[in-house]
């Protein structure tokens, strides 16, 4: 029986040293693997021409680039972009892609559905298969940049990279990392790290780890000014309350002066969205550095839900951008593909206790 082969997109730097020194040839073809895979996109070995016949044998022996199979691909009306890709196990993961005048902003999935199941969020409605691996998170780029026409002879048009997509990144946190450093890597994609953010619901001990091992833009999921109605938004809440992420996310800009938190809010009518509850907010938030995104409520079906009105949403903002704290209100993109934040869904095949659907498919983010 043959040995299984290592799918080199698992692989950050370090990793393809590794397995370079262990079938035989130099640390520098690690380079020149990384340079072929990401950034010309490349998962026939025959086509890396700078590496010898002896060593192409070897990779194909070996070796393999396998990406997910993409089973959907849709474009918004307003230019947005959602794939569906099929991942091991028959689960389906989602990623969108965003285009802007200045920028393409990727968001990427970290899981197969989610445990935190915050109430307002699709995906955690789904329930939760497992991690994906690093290789099924660097995917989702490998396959938009090819898709998109990044790399020679075309446009490098995914400029960010977010991890907001399906699953809670710091609950995967040795795969997300090292995900991450192959996305910071100049031989790969290069992407500086204020380009690539990292959105948590809260999980404090990975904040502090991630601030030591990897720092990049870090967004907090808040969505609620007090403990008691996050409690009810956020169920993570209740082990990691307020006080404590804040005090984690000053740890995280602490001897940073330029770094902000993001904190994200999404704006549900009558829940979170009172003149009240914009002033609880600039009180908690005055000693952090930070700004706050506004999201209007995207729904989805079954929701309880409803997106405040405009006026409420500029009401809150107004209210915010009076004491100093930075605020923008995220315009709403690809609802129409189902490709909006709190949307994603992609197909979970639940494995948590809390459901006992042996499969769920909803339409999206």
Same mark, same amino acid.
């Given at each position: 029986?043959?040995?299984?082969?290592?799918?080199?997109?698992?692989?950050?730097?370090?990793?393809?040293?590794?397995?370079?020194?262990?079938?035989?040839?130099?640390?520098?073809?690690?380079?020149?693997?990384?340079?072929?895979?990401?950034?010309?996109?490349?998962?026939?070995?025959?086509?890396?021409?700078?590496?010898?016949?002896?060593?192409?044998?070897?990779?194909?022996?070996?070796?393999?680039?396998?990406?997910?199979?993409?089973?959907?691909?849709?474009?918004?009306?307003?230019?947005?972009?959602?794939?569906?890709?099929?991942?091991?196990?028959?689960?389906?993961?989602?990623?969108?892609?965003?285009?802007?005048?200045?920028?393409?902003?990727?968001?990427?999935?970290?899981?197969?559905?989610?445990?935190?199941?915050?109430?307002?969020?699709?995906?955690?409605?789904?329930?939760?298969?497992?991690?994906?691996?690093?290789?099924?998170?660097?995917?989702?780029?490998?396959?938009?940049?090819?898709?998109?026409?990044?790399?020679?002879?075309?446009?490098?048009?995914?400029?960010?990279?977010?991890?907001?997509?399906?699953?809670?990144?710091?609950?995967?946190?040795?795969?997300?990392?090292?995900?991450?450093?192959?996305?910071?890597?100049?031989?790969?994609?290069?992407?500086?790290?204020?380009?690539?953010?990292?959105?948590?619901?809260?999980?404090?001990?990975?904040?502090?780890?991630?601030?030591?091992?990897?720092?990049?833009?870090?967004?907090?999921?808040?969505?609620?000014?007090?403990?008691?109605?996050?409690? #009810? /938004? *956020?169920? $993570?809440?209740?082990?990691? !309350?307020?006080?404590?992420? +804040?005090?984690?996310?000053?740890?995280?800009? =602490?001897?940073?002066?330029?770094?902000?938190?993001?904190?994200?809010?999404?704006?549900?009518?009558?829940?979170?969205?009172?003149?009240?509850?914009?002033? #609880? /907010? *600039?009180? $908690?938030?005055?000693?952090? !550095?930070?700004?706050?995104? +506004?999201?209007?409520?995207?729904?989805?079906? =079954?929701?309880?839900?409803?997106?405040?009105?405009?006026?409420?949403?500029?009401?809150?903002?107004?209210?915010?951008?009076?004491?100093?704290?930075?605020?923008?209100?995220?315009?709403?993109?690809?609802?129409?593909?189902?490709?909006?934040?709190?949307?994603?869904?992609?197909?979970?095949?639940?494995?948590?206790?809390?459901?006992?659907?042996?499969?769920?498919?909803?339409?999206?983010?």
């Amino acid at each position: 029986m043959s040995a299984e082969k290592t799918n080199l997109l698992n692989l950050d730097h370090a990793g393809l040293e590794a397995f370079v020194a262990e079938i035989g040839e130099k640390p520098f073809r690690a380079k020149q693997l990384l340079q072929w895979i990401h950034q010309h996109g490349v998962d026939d070995f025959d086509a890396m021409t700078n590496l010898s016949k002896e060593l192409r044998a070897k990779l194909k022996e070996r070796a393999e680039i396998r990406a997910p199979k993409i089973v959907m691909d849709q474009l918004a009306h307003d230019g947005t972009r959602k794939w569906r890709l099929e991942i091991d196990g028959g689960s389906a993961i989602e990623t969108v892609f965003i285009p802007e005048t200045d920028r393409g902003t990727l968001c990427i999935s970290s899981q197969a559905g989610c445990t935190l199941n915050c109430a307002f969020c699709s995906t955690g409605h789904q329930g939760f298969n497992r991690n994906l691996t690093t290789g099924e998170i660097v995917s989702q780029i490998w396959l938009a940049s090819k898709l998109l026409g990044h790399g020679p002879g075309g446009t490098r048009r995914i400029t960010n990279v977010v991890l907001m997509g399906m699953g809670e990144p710091l609950l995967n946190f040795d795969n997300v990392v090292a995900a991450i450093r192959i996305m910071l890597d100049d031989l790969a994609y290069g992407l500086s790290r204020r380009r690539v953010t990292l959105s948590t619901a809260g999980v404090v001990p990975m904040i502090d780890r991630l601030r030591a091992e990897c720092p990049v833009s870090l967004a907090v999921s808040l969505h609620a000014p007090n403990d008691k109605l996050r409690d #009810e /938004l *956020v169920p $993570l809440n209740k082990k990691y !309350p307020i006080a404590e992420l +804040l005090d984690a996310c000053r740890r995280y800009c =602490a001897d940073a002066p330029r770094i902000k938190v993001t904190f994200e809010y999404v704006m549900l009518e009558g829940v979170n969205d009172s003149v009240a509850h914009a002033r #609880e /907010l *600039v009180r $908690l938030l005055s000693d952090v !550095p930070s700004k706050v995104n +506004l999201i209007p409520f995207n729904p989805f079906p =079954a929701t309880r839900f409803k997106r405040s009105s405009q006026e409420a949403i500029d009401r809150f903002r107004d209210v915010l951008i009076a004491e100093s704290l930075t605020t923008i209100t995220r315009k709403t993109r690809g609802d129409d593909i189902d490709a909006a934040c709190g949307q994603l869904a992609g197909r979970v095949l639940d494995r948590t206790r809390r459901s006992r659907r042996p499969a769920s498919t909803v339409n999206a983010e």
